[in-house]
Nanobody, 124 residues
Framework: QVQLVESGGGLAQPGGSLRLSCAAS????????MTWARRAPGKGLEWVSG????????YYEDSVKGRFTISRDNAKNTVTLQMNSLKPEDTAVYYC?????????????????WGQGTQVTVSS
């Protein structure tokens, strides 16, 4: 069965860095786009970044551009989100999700599996 397992969350100080990883199994990883999304306390789901199946295209939300970098290793079935220059407003539960297509978009109906999430807290 499909499994997406996030790791790497934790507590970071403002200006610090964290590296999130999502380990995928149960499907042909290289055939599908992947996305990171987050949910802050009391707020709705926010798209963060996505990457196409072959890594040829990515998207970033304006709030994370220049600070976050998404990448994938299709040999290791992992997608990674490098988060630098963290801000308190980045505090959220971060989820990775599998697209039903090769592309990664901001349409929730294009994602069929989600991980359990990993907590990121940015605070001094």
């Amino acid at each position: 069965q499909v499994q997406l397992v996030e790791s790497g969350g934790g507590l970071a100080q403002p200006g610090g860095s964290l590296r999130l990883s999502c380990a995928a199994s149960g499907f042909t990883f290289s055939n599908y786009g992947m996305t990171w999304a987050r949910r802050a306390p009391g707020k709705g789901l926010e798209w963060v970044s996505g990457i196409w199946a072959d890594g040829s295209d990515t998207y970033y939300e304006d709030s994370v551009k220049g600070r976050f970098t998404i990448s994938r290793d299709n040999a290791k079935n992992t997608v990674t989100l490098q988060m630098n220059s963290l801000k308190p407003e980045d505090t959220a539960v971060y989820y990775c999700a599998k697209s039903i297509f090769i592309r990664a978009t901001r349409e929730v109906y294009e994602y069929d599996y989600w991980g359990q999430g990993t907590q990121v807290t940015v605070s001094s």
